[in-house]
C-alpha cells in the first residue's frame, strides 16, 4: 500500500474509532482506558481543532479525526518496531505534538510511556533509561543530543510535520503497516490496573525513583480534573506546564475527555502566553506558583477581557498570589495531587479579597473520583491516627484509592514504606479544620525545628510574600548556636522596588524583619534575610530548597 504523505493523516472514509472487546470479559464492564475519551471526541467532533502549535517555525493544526489517525500510526508504528504490551517507550521532548501523540499512541499500542525531563543531565537520563527498561527513545530535535551515546534506537522529531521529518516518516510507517486495519485491529489492553505511564522523581536526595501510574488511575484522575476544573467542549487549554512533568498533571486526558482545543507552547514565554491569554479564546491553563508570580508581574500585565481558570499546583500559593491573579480576571483552582482541591464557599464572598485568598489557599477536600484525604499521627501500635479538627495540630497527608500510584517500579522496599499502613504517605505535613478541608503547612524533611517550636517555613514564606517590595521568597532552616535552627530566608525583590534597596539589602532585611514580626512569632521570624537575583528552580518552576540548603551549609 502506498499513500502520498498527507494522505496518510486523513482517515479512511469507513472510520470506526471501536477497538476489538477482549475475549472473556463479561458483558457488564469494559476496562477503562483514558485513550478512549480521544476516540469519542473523533466521532463525535471530526471536524473540532484539537492541536493547535502556532508559535513554530512549522506550525500545526490537527482535528480531532486527523489527530486520532496520527495517534493510530504511531500504536502500529510501534507494533512495527516490535514494541509488545508493558514494554516501555522513554519521550524526551518539550510540549510539541509529538509528545501529545505519545500520552495517546503509546497506550494504544499497549505499551508504558516514559516521559524524561528535558532539564536532566545526560548521566541522569541514561539513569532513567537502564532503570525503565526502555526500548526506544522519541526525541525531540533540540534534545537529541542527550541521548546520543543511548543504547537503544531514537526517533528524532524535528518538530516540522512535515514528510521528511524523522517522526513523520515513522508515522507513515505505520499506517502501510496497519493496510487500513484500523482501530479494531489495535487490541484493547484487558487489565486497567496494567502500567500506563512511568514518571521519575526529582531525585534531588538520591537516585529518582520510577513511579508507575495505572490505566484506571489516569483514566479516573482525568475526569475528576475536567470536571473540577469545569472544562468541557467550548474550552481552550493552553499548555504552560511542560507534559513530561508529572504526565502534565494528567491534562493530556482531561482535555480530550472535555473534547477541548490544546494550544501547544514549546517553553514558558511569557509574551506569547499573554498573547495567548487575550487572542486566542484560552479557558484554562496550569502551572506552579512561580510561573504564577511570573505572569502576574510581567511588565504592562492588565485584566484579562474574559475569565480564565488557572489550575495551581505542585506547591503551595500564597494568599497573595491568589489575590494577585483574581485581579486581572484569572479565576485559580488550587489543587494537590491530584487528590484534593479547594472548593469556594458561598459565605467567602461577603469578604475582603485578601481575606477569602487565605481560606482558597488551603488544600481543600478529596477529588470526585478519590478517597478521602486524611491527616495523620502513627500510634506505637503503627496504626494511623487522625489528628483532631483544630487546625493546629500538624499531621502527615496520607491518601488511597483510585488516583494513588500503582508503584515505585522495580521498588518494592520503597513501594512498602510508601504504603505503609494501607495509605500513601506523602511526606507533606498539614492540618485539617472543624469544616473537614486541610491545609499543607510544610514538607516534612522543610519544617524548622527552633529551640523545640516547630516552624513552618510554608507558612513564614506566606507572611514574607506580604511585604510589597517582595517577588520570591524561600525559606530554610539554618544551623544556630543557641536555638538548635532558625529560618533563614532568600528574597527576590520585586524589578520595580530593587532600584529602592541598591546597595541598601542591611536595610531590606531591617525591614522585612520588622514585617515579620507583626505577624510571626519570635521563633519564626528569619534570623538571616538574604536578597538573591534568583531562586534555584525545577523546569516546572518549583523552588529547589535542596539546593539552599546546600548554600546554607557552607555558610
Avoid at 476516540?39 to 512549522?58: E, F, K, M, S
Avoid at 499531621?395 to 513501594?415: H, P, Q, S, W
Wanted: charged fraction near 20%; aromatic fraction near 10%.
Amino acid at each position: 500500500m502506498f499513500l502520498p504523505h498527507n494522505a496518510l493523516l486523513i482517515p479512511p472514509p469507513d472510520v470506526s474509532y471501536r477497538q476489538k472487546v477482549p475475549p472473556g470479559l463479561p458483558v457488564h464492564k469494559h476496562p477503562l482506558n483514558p485513550l478512549a475519551f480521544l476516540l469519542r471526541g473523533a466521532l463525535i467532533y471530526p471536524d473540532r481543532i484539537a492541536i493547535r502549535h502556532p508559535d513554530v517555525n512549522h506550525p500545526a493544526y490537527y482535528t480531532y479525526s486527523i489527530w486520532a489517525q496520527r495517534v493510530q500510526n504511531l500504536a502500529y508504528a510501534l507494533i512495527q518496531f516490535g514494541i509488545k504490551p508493558q514494554d516501555t517507550v522513554a519521550v524526551l521532548a518539550p510540549n510539541t505534538p509529538m509528545i501529545a501523540d505519545a500520552f495517546q499512541g503509546i497506550p494504544a499500542a499497549r505499551a508504558v510511556i516514559c516521559p524524561i525531563n528535558t532539564r536532566l543531565t545526560p548521566p541522569e537520563i541514561a539513569y532513567i533509561l537502564q532503570h525503565s527498561r526502555a526500548k526506544l527513545i522519541l526525541a525531540d530535535y533540540e534534545y537529541a543530543h542527550l541521548v546520543k551515546d543511548a543504547e537503544i534506537p531514537v526517533i528524532v522529531s524535528n518538530d516540522s510535520g512535515h514528510a521528511g521529518d524523522p517522526y513523520e516518516r515513522f508515522l507513515s510507517r505505520g499506517r502501510m503497516f496497519s493496510q487500513d486495519r484500523g482501530w479494531w485491529g489495535l487490541d484493547l489492553e484487558p487489565d486497567e490496573d496494567a502500567g500506563f505511564a512511568l514518571c521519575y522523581t526529582s531525585g534531588t536526595t538520591g537516585r529518582p525513583k520510577g513511579v508507575l501510574t495505572t490505566l484506571r488511575g489516569t483514566y479516573l484522575a482525568a475526569m475528576a480534573n475536567a470536571y473540577e476544573a469545569k472544562m468541557d467542549i467550548n474550552s481552550v487549554y493552553l499548555w504552560v506546564l511542560p507534559m513530561f512533568h508529572a504526565a502534565g498533571w494528567t491534562y493530556p486526558w482531561a482535555a480530550t475527555f472535555a473534547v477541548s482545543t490544546q494550544i501547544i507552547l514549546r517553553a514558558v514565554s511569557y509574551p506569547l502566553i499573554w498573547n495567548h491569554l487575550f487572542n486566542s479564546s484560552v479557558t484554562h491553563y496550569c502551572g506552579a506558583p512561580t510561573v504564577q508570580i511570573g505572569l502576574v508581574n510581567y511588565p504592562g500585565v492588565k485584566k484579562l477581557p474574559r475569565p480564565v481558570t488557572a489550575i495551581v499546583a505542585g506547591s503551595a500559593p500564597t494568599a497573595h498570589l491568589i489575590s494577585s491573579l483574581e485581579k486581572i480576571g484569572i479565576n485559580p483552582v488550587h489543587t494537590y495531587g491530584p487528590f484534593t482541591r479547594n472548593h469556594s464557599q458561598e459565605s467567602w464572598a461577603a469578604l475582603p479579597m485578601e481575606e477569602r485568598a487565605k481560606y482558597m489557599a488551603r488544600q481543600g477536600y478529596g477529588y470526585t473520583t478519590a478517597d478521602g484525604v486524611r491527616v495523620v499521627y502513627q500510634t506505637e501500635g503503627e496504626d494511623l491516627k487522625d489528628v483532631p479538627r483544630d487546625g493546629k495540630t500538624i499531621g502527615e497527608i496520607v491518601v488511597r484509592g483510585n488516583l494513588v500510584m500503582r508503584e515505585y517500579f522495580t521498588d518494592e522496599k520503597a513501594t512498602e514504606k510508601a504504603f505503609k499502613g494501607g495509605y500513601f504517605h506523602s511526606g507533606d505535613l498539614a492540618v485539617m479544620y472543624p469544616d473537614g478541608s486541610i491545609s499543607i503547612l510544610d514538607r516534612s524533611k522543610d519544617i524548622i525545628i527552633s529551640g523545640g517550636e516547630n516552624a513552618s517555613s510554608l507558612a513564614i514564606e506566606q507572611e514574607l510574600f506580604n511585604h510589597p517590595d517582595v517577588l520570591e521568597v524561600a525559606v530554610v532552616a539554618r544551623a544556630h548556636p543557641k536555638w538548635g535552627e532558625r529560618p533563614m530566608a532568600f528574597v527576590v525583590l520585586h524589578p520595580s522596588k530593587a532600584p529602592k534597596w541598591e546597595n541598601k539589602h542591611a536595610g531590606f532585611e531591617i525591614d522585612l524583619k520588622a514585617h515579620a514580626r507583626k505577624t510571626l512569632p519570635g521563633f519564626a521570624t528569619p534570623e538571616w534575610v538574604v536578597v538573591v537575583p534568583d531562586l534555584p528552580k525545577t523546569s516546572t518552576g518549583k523552588i529547589q530548597k535542596v539546593e539552599l540548603r546546600k548554600r546554607v551549609t557552607k555558610l
